[in-house]
């Protein structure tokens, strides 16, 4: 059974706006840590936002004030409200969870390997 569960990516052009979801598993959802990470092709994954469960956030700069991520505890869903979005915004976007606080550092938290629970991805592709 998938823990995590994305879905919501698709095609949009430059400016337009999408909305994930990631369904978690009751388990998973209460995880200390939870995050949004984005592969473009051919790059490396990495962070792009970071919710604790004590409420704070933590945005990667290249998508402050442009990304919402969230959390909805009764749907044990989290999200990411992306507005404005670029081409270079274009990559498939996973979300990650971790139960415990150190995945949330604010140095490692962009870091693939600071997180122990993946969902499948969903593509994001933003046209000019």
């Known amino acids: 059974e998938a823990q995590l569960v994305e879905s919501g990516g698709g095609s949009v052009q430059a400016g337009g706006s999408l909305r994930l979801s990631c369904t978690a598993s009751?388990?998973?959802?209460?995880?200390?840590?939870m995050a949004w990470f984005r592969q473009p092709p051919e790059k490396e994954r990495a962070g792009v936002a970071l919710i604790i469960r004590d409420g704070r956030i933590i945005y990667r700069d290249a998508v402050k004030g442009r990304f919402t991520i969230s959390r909805d505890d009764d749907r044990k869903t989290l999200y990411l409200e992306m507005n404005n979005l670029k081409p270079e915004d274009t990559a498939m976007y996973y979300c990650?969870?971790?139960?415990?606080?150190?995945?949330?550092?604010?140095?490692?938290?962009?870091?693939?390997?600071?997180?122990?629970?993946w969902g499948q991805g969903t593509q994001v592709t933003v046209s000019s």
């Open positions: 990650a969870a971790h139960p415990q606080p150190f995945a949330c550092s604010p140095i490692k938290w962009t870091e693939i390997s600071s997180f122990n629970t």
């Open positions: 009751e388990y998973v959802f209460r995880s200390f840590c």
